[in-house]
């Protein structure tokens, strides 16, 4: 599938929905600074955590805004939450029962049914963050010791999985297994209003020493019976997950083409020593394409994905994979057009190196680097030495919007109209029209409102002068005196994070 065919589709699902309209073309944006534009993310980690199943419903959603607060406090302007750790549901699913980790049982479901993805989505939404909703495809089991539910596919289809070092997995030279995880993924995109699915490092499972893959059956029946021969059955097994993110992407496409798709991997792609070419990085640790058979340069290259971050995870100057060798690897290797380069970062290691401000700035100075993505944001929440003070008073001073995903889409769209100064009860404010709706992307899904004094010169790309990033038709403007007058200017961005031209007005404050 490539970004021909996925804009061919584009187009063909903007046609069909009824509320679909032709907006006039505008030229992309090529203004914006990189530090306007910049996906700060972080990670809450569902599965292992204890603190969900004792709490109500009522605790929970007081605990989930008083993080969202302090994460949005902290610059964070996207959300990747675990919605699907053991092939169980965070949410309510007709396909997979409740997580374990979040009632104490599996299948068991929480007081009123209360739908944590279906709150976050809203919460995250009402903070103009994102929502990605991180699935591990393969897992259905992390220790060998969970009690699946009688609703969990596993009691339905046994022979579909296999146990691996004590996990039990689906098998994924399976095509019964790609069908099955394209169904839950379709669910969750079709039923839930999420910005991106997402998925990490956990394709074939970590090796363990001694201990082969137990795939022997599905690889007679699918892979000798296509040609391969069992020296070949690495380049089977890269195949087999070839096959499901390029599936995914198309379930996704079909489902909601703005809806992104992100991967996660592990931080080394190749060694150098084990490439004829020489063309891995300089670092000697376990690798993507040749031990858990992820072949991520070629999915960016095909455009099944939407953004790639990868974890490095280790410090500057570490003796085996070396922060600044990765990050150069990774961005070298990026496609300047298409998929989003992020950076996922440790934070407890970054800080007790004491390297966050190397790694912040080395990030930002390379080209095709768009952003960060920081685990877990249990770390910023705990303010581990301080880190979330440096990303308030330093790194994430201003805000930022996420990088416009123009290999998806590329145009901006329409300006905001009848932008009007008006004295209410609340206060002096600005507000605004503009089209939307939930089944168009192209059309405005949020606004920018910038602030710059009288006779200042005007420059959207400066995120200093960004007063407000809203999903609201109105602005409450800090009033003073009245005496001293100021430009605002209020911008529109589609679903894509492509932005329109800007609507002036003067005001006296």
Request: hydrophobic fraction near 35%; proline fraction near 6%.
């Amino acid at each position: 599938m490539n970004n021909q065919y996925i804009r061919l589709l584009l187009a063909v699902f903007l046609c069909v929905v009824t509320s679909c309209s032709t907006t006039r073309q505008l030229p992309v944006r090529q203004t914006e600074g990189k530090d306007k534009r910049e996906f700060r993310g972080a990670w809450i980690q569902t599965a292992f955590q204890g603190e969900y199943k004792d709490m109500t419903p009522a605790q929970m959603r007081k605990d989930f805004v008083r993080k969202l607060n302090y994460l949005q406090s902290c610059g964070i302007n996207a959300i990747i939450f675990q919605v699907r750790p053991e092939a169980d549901a965070f949410y309510k699913s007709d396909i997979e029962p409740w997580s374990r980790f979040y009632t104490g049982q599996q299948g068991v479901a929480p007081a009123g049914d209360f739908d944590v993805m279906e709150f976050l989505i809203k919460e995250c939404h009402k903070r103009n963050m994102e929502f990605h909703a991180w699935l591990n495809p393969y897992r259905a089991s992390t220790a060998g010791n969970t009690r699946f539910a009688d609703s969990h596919i596993y009691n339905q289809h046994p022979e579909w999985f296999v146990t691996y070092n004590k996990q039990i997995l689906f098998d994924p030279g399976l095509p019964q297994n790609r069908e099955f995880i394209c169904k839950v993924v379709r669910d969750i995109v079709s039923r839930y209003d999420v910005d991106a699915i997402h998925m990490d490092d956990y394709f074939y499972p970590y090796p363990a020493p001694g201990m082969p893959f137990p795939d022997d059956n599905s690889f007679r029946k699918y892979g000798l019976n296509k040609g391969y021969t069992e020296a070949q059955r690495g380049d089977w097994r890269r195949e087999n997950v070839n096959t499901l993110i390029s599936e995914l992407k198309r379930t996704i496409l079909l489902t909601k083409p703005w809806v992104r798709f992100g991967i996660s991997p592990f931080g080394i792609y190749r060694n150098k020593k084990s490439t004829p070419d020489n063309s891995g990085s300089n670092t000697n640790g376990l690798q993507n394409y040749d031990d858990l058979y992820a072949d991520i340069l070629h999915w960016v290259k095909e455009g099944w994905i939407d953004y790639n971050m990868p974890q490095i995870y280790w410090e500057i100057g570490h003796s085996a994979a070396d922060y600044i060798t990765l990050i150069q690897w990774w961005n070298k290797n990026a496609t300047p057009a298409g998929p989003h380069l992020y950076i996922g970062q440790d934070v407890a290691r970054t800080m007790k190196a004491d390297q966050l401000t190397r790694k912040m700035l080395y990030e930002r100075s390379l080209s095709k680097v768009k952003g960060n993505c920081f685990w877990p944001a249990n770390e910023l929440l705990w303010n581990n030495k301080g880190v979330a003070d440096s990303l308030k008073r330093n790194y994430h001073r201003y805000p930022a919007l996420i990088p416009a995903y123009t290999h998806m889409h590329n145009r901006a769209p329409q300006e905001v109209k009848k932008l009007k100064k008006e004295w209410t009860q609340d206060g002096y404010i600005l507000h605004w029209q503009a089209e939307q709706s939930p089944t168009n992307p192209e059309l405005a899904s949020y606004f920018v409102v910038y602030c710059f004094e009288d006779k200042e010169p005007v420059d959207l790309s400066n995120p200093a002068k960004i007063a407000k990033i809203t999903r609201d038709t109105r602005f409450l403007m800090p009033y003073d005196n009245g005496k001293k007058k100021y430009r605002y200017i209020v911008t529109a961005v589609d679903r894509f994070h492509n932005e329109s031209e800007g609507k002036s007005i003067k005001v006296k404050l």
